[in-house]
Nanobody, 117 residues
Framework: QVQLVESGGGLVQPGGSLRLSCAAS????????MGWYRQAPGKQRELVAT???????YYADSLKGRFTISRDNAKNMVALQMNSLKPEDTAVYYC???????????WGQGTQVTVSS
């Protein structure tokens, strides 16, 4: 089992920045990749970014250049730096852990990000 705990969400004005963090515990050696998804009201959950245990990253095309994912293997943490935030970035952001490529196996509880003036 893997436990994931997110932090760092909140309210930010358009154009602002936020940094989300996710701490993993449990069977962390089994993790292939960690990442972030988001779900806006009335919409499906969508992939934001992932990073493998070797550091290879993947981003949703619409978010490239504004969001950056990073990983601290020593601390078993993954972070998502979000810049130039837009109201359409408002969503609950979920951290996930993959045991196999592209297949989320574990989820965090989610953290709300609201972009509004």
């Amino acid at each position: 089992q893997v436990q994931l705990v997110e932090s760092g969400g909140g309210l930010v004005q358009p154009g602002g920045s936020l940094r989300l963090s996710c701490a993993a515990s449990g069977s962390i050696l089994s993790i292939y990749a960690m990442g972030w998804y988001r779900q806006a009201p009335g919409k499906q959950r969508e992939l934001v970014a992932t990073i493998t245990n070797s550091g290879r990253t993947y981003y949703a095309d619409s978010l490239k250049g504004r969001f950056t994912i990073s990983r601290d293997n020593a601390k078993n943490m993954v972070a998502l730096q979000m810049n130039s935030l837009k109201p359409e970035d408002t969503a609950v952001y979920y951290c996930d852990a993959e045991l196999l490529p592209g297949i989320p196996a574990y989820w965090g509880q989610g953290t709300q990000v609201t972009v509004s003036s």
